[in-house]
């Protein structure tokens, strides 16, 4: 119950296009769905975050879509660049859990190829 | 720049040595994380230290031993190794519950590789 479903695996996307990603969550005590950029070589590093009481959030050309009743959420890349060439992972924790709340559950992640 | 910083960047080890990675951070915060990732993995959490002190170890072998001097620094202990250890190791800091904001503040890692 506490799995983070991502998808897909491998993203590959012409430069100008869209890159989106997929994820699905079980438990419904999680509320706050981050999302996690690592380039080859770093840690992974905050690229946007979304509340469950909002349906969207865009910051630049990146764009959370969420869906509470399905229990997905999703990331949208617009104008995908080269320099978004990296893995990216979705997340979720809960705020109400004690010790989980200091846990952040991942996704398997995406790794994003984005070809001039 | 990061504003966490690990040292070493990279460590090879024998399987019998004992050895140490270094974590820092001044950006005042009072969570800290040491992960372990390996090659195409998400981050696994193995340690979370609260107002330096631990408060979440996630079954992790004794032969790992995290210390926690004060609110900045971070070690992780290591002694008889296996290979099967070789990942990179991340140390993350957070303002306080990273449910708070969902977002941690991760190092560039050490390249951990066990022979």
């Known amino acids: 119950q506490q799995q983070v479903k991502q998808s897909p695996q491998s993203l590959i996307v012409q430069k100008g296009g869209i890159s989106i990603i997929n994820c699905a969550y079980e438990?419904?005590?999680?509320?706050?769905f981050p999302w996690y950029q690592q380039f080859p070589g770093k840690g992974p590093a905050l690229l946007i975050a979304i509340r469950p009481d909002v349906s969207e959030k865009k910051e630049g050309r990146f764009t959370i879509s969420f869906n509470k009743s399905a229990k997905q959420f999703s990331l949208h890349i617009m104008d995908s660049q080269p320099g978004d060439s990296a893995t990216y992972f979705c997340a979720a924790t809960n705020a109400y859990s004690g010790a989980g709340s200091y846990q952040l559950t991942f996704g398997k992640g995406t790794k994003l190829s984005v070809i001039p | 720049d990061t504003e966490v910083t690990q040292t070493p960047k990279h460590l090879v080890m024998g399987m019998t040595n004992k050895k140490s990675l270094k974590c820092e951070q001044h950006?005042?915060?009072?969570?800290m994380y040491w992960y372990k990732q390996k090659a195409k993995k998400p981050p696994e959490l193995m340690f979370v230290y609260s107002y330096e002190k631990l408060s979440i170890n996630e079954s992790v072998p004794s032969r790992f031993s995290p210390e926690c001097p004060n609110s900045s620094l971070l070690n992780l202990h290591l002694h008889a190794l296996q290979p099967e250890d070789s990942a990179l190791y991340l140390c993350a800091s957070s303002p306080q519950r990273v449910s708070n904001t969902g977002e941690l503040f991760f190092g560039e890692g050490s390249r951990l590789t066990v022979l």
């Open positions: 950006m005042g915060h009072r969570a």
């Open positions: 438990n419904t005590a999680f509320d706050y």
